[in-house]
């Protein structure tokens, strides 16, 4: 490891890029814990000032896959946004993967609970708040998925290097490497996903990075709080993956007819979970519906299920105004719910 450091760790102008294989070793020296902690923060805080490159970061992908539990679902959509969580936008995600899955395609989700360096809401924090314990009972939402058509993976239970890790990422208070690859995990191996990232530093990165994984048909997405969820109130810049390469697709939901002022709220898990539920059952106010309209026909988009995004808006609004994304959902909570009780 301190001969990994001296290449990573010589000043922002001295420091050289690791090889694949290199970053490799390194990677599989700190989540054995042949790496000490002192030299896993050392080479976090050198990657930090350096800038990691596609190679580094997919190494890091691949060792901490090595690790992971996996549940394949075939056709699905990994929708992957920050696990630092977020403070000041509604959480489309949620609602739209069972507008998404009663659509036919199906959705895995994965979060954790509140990282540095935002401390945010996370989708745990809202399951939490639905009376869904997210941590643990894999085997309850593995369940809940055959029914739904969505998996929710709580990244810590599924990954022992990603909790072993949480400490030190705790005391180091600032955003790591980790922060983007555990985003690309790929608990469900979906051949299409939906990824959010804050800086644009990352935004063609994290293209490559798709494709170099397999994934057949992607979008990355510079959405709300570096989420994968695109707003309804801008036009937002996106890179649609597809066939080995990727091109910039600008989303505009006035073109849409979906262009709604967001109202800025305080937000906390309970409202998360309230207007969530509000979605799914018709019933909330035009923003938040538009929200999950517009992220759902994207979803929807990239799966290849629809031809266009208009096609997808459509078939959005049929799943929620018939009640089938309402259905999914309670059949979702009610499979995870009896499994905990079951369990617990």
Same mark, same amino acid.
């Given at each position: 490891?301190?001969? @990994?450091?001296?290449?990573?760790?010589?000043?922002?102008?001295?420091?050289?890029?690791?090889? +694949?294989?290199? /970053?490799?070793?390194?990677?599989?020296?700190?989540?054995?814990?042949?790496?000490?902690?002192?030299?896993?923060?050392?080479?976090?805080?050198?990657? &930090?000032?350096?800038?990691?490159?596609?190679?580094? =970061?997919? !190494?890091?992908?691949?060792?901490?896959?090595?690790?992971?539990?996996?549940? !394949?679902?075939?056709?699905?959509?990994?929708?992957?946004?920050? +696990?630092?969580?977020?403070?000041?936008?509604?959480?489309?995600?949620?609602?739209?993967?069972?507008?998404?899955?009663?659509?036919?395609?199906?959705?895995?989700?994965?979060?954790?609970?509140?990282?540095?360096? #935002?401390?945010?809401?996370? *989708?745990?924090?809202? *399951?939490?708040?639905?009376?869904?314990?997210?941590?643990?009972?894999?085997?309850?939402?593995?369940?809940?998925?055959?029914?739904?058509?969505?998996?929710?993976?709580?990244?810590?239970?599924?990954?022992?290097?990603?909790?072993?890790?949480?400490?030190? &990422?705790?005391?180091?208070?600032?955003?790591?490497?980790?922060?983007?690859?555990? #985003?690309?995990?790929?608990?469900?191996?979906?051949?299409?996903?939906?990824?959010?990232?804050?800086?644009?530093?990352?935004?063609?990165?994290?293209?490559?990075?798709?494709?170099?994984?397999?994934?057949?048909?992607?979008?990355?997405?510079?959405?709300?709080?570096?989420?994968?969820?695109?707003?309804?109130?801008?036009? $937002?810049?996106?890179?649609?993956?597809?066939?080995?390469?990727?091109?910039?697709?600008?989303?505009?939901?006035?073109?849409?007819? =979906?262009?709604?002022? $967001?109202?800025?709220?305080?937000? /906390?898990?309970?409202?998360?979970?309230?207007?969530?539920?509000?979605? *799914?059952?018709?019933?909330?106010?035009?923003?938040?519906?538009? @929200?999950?309209?517009?992220?759902?026909?994207?979803?929807?988009?990239?799966?290849?299920?629809?031809? /266009?995004?208009? !096609?997808?808006?459509? !078939?959005?609004?049929?799943?929620?105004?018939?009640?089938?994304? *309402?259905?999914?959902?309670?059949?979702?909570?009610?499979?995870?719910?009896?499994?905990?009780?079951?369990?617990?």
């Amino acid at each position: 490891m301190r001969e @990994l450091l001296k290449e990573v760790a010589r000043g922002k102008k001295g420091a050289k890029n690791l090889s +694949y294989e290199q /970053s490799l070793q390194g990677a599989k020296m700190i989540l054995s814990g042949e790496a000490t902690p002192a030299q896993t923060a050392a080479f976090f805080v050198a990657e &930090r000032i350096k800038m990691e490159t596609a190679d580094e =970061l997919l !190494a890091f992908v691949e060792a901490l896959r090595e690790h992971s539990l996996k549940h !394949a679902v075939p056709q699905s959509i990994d929708c992957a946004g920050p +696990y630092d969580g977020r403070k000041k936008s509604f959480f489309a995600n949620f609602p739209a993967a069972f507008v998404t899955a009663a659509c036919g395609v199906p959705v895995t989700l994965h979060s954790g609970d509140p990282l540095p360096p #935002k401390w945010g809401i996370t *989708l745990s924090d809202i *399951l939490n708040a639905l009376s869904i314990q997210a941590r643990g009972h894999e085997q309850a939402f593995v369940e809940a998925s055959h029914e739904s058509g969505v998996l929710y993976v709580h990244a810590e239970t599924w990954n022992d290097g990603l909790a072993r890790l949480r400490p030190l &990422r705790e005391e180091l208070g600032f955003r790591t490497m980790l922060n983007t690859v555990e #985003k690309l995990l790929r608990y469900s191996d979906a051949p299409y996903m939906a990824a959010g990232v804050f800086h644009g530093t990352v935004f063609e990165k994290m293209a490559e990075m798709m494709t170099r994984l397999g994934v057949a048909r992607g979008i990355v997405v510079q959405g709300m709080e570096g989420s994968e969820d695109v707003p309804v109130h801008q036009r $937002t810049r996106t890179l649609l993956v597809s066939k080995g390469s990727h091109e910039l697709f600008i989303i505009d939901p006035e073109a849409l007819g =979906l262009q709604t002022e $967001t109202p800025e709220l305080e937000w /906390s898990p309970r409202s998360q979970a309230a207007i969530a539920l509000d979605v *799914l059952k018709n019933e909330a106010p035009l923003p938040f519906f538009n @929200l999950v309209l517009l992220n759902s026909a994207i979803r929807l988009w990239v799966a290849e299920k629809v031809p /266009s995004i208009e !096609a997808g808006i459509k !078939a959005a609004k049929a799943s929620l105004t018939e009640g089938h994304a *309402l259905e999914k959902f309670e059949a979702w909570r009610s499979i995870v719910q009896q499994h905990q009780t079951l369990t617990s």
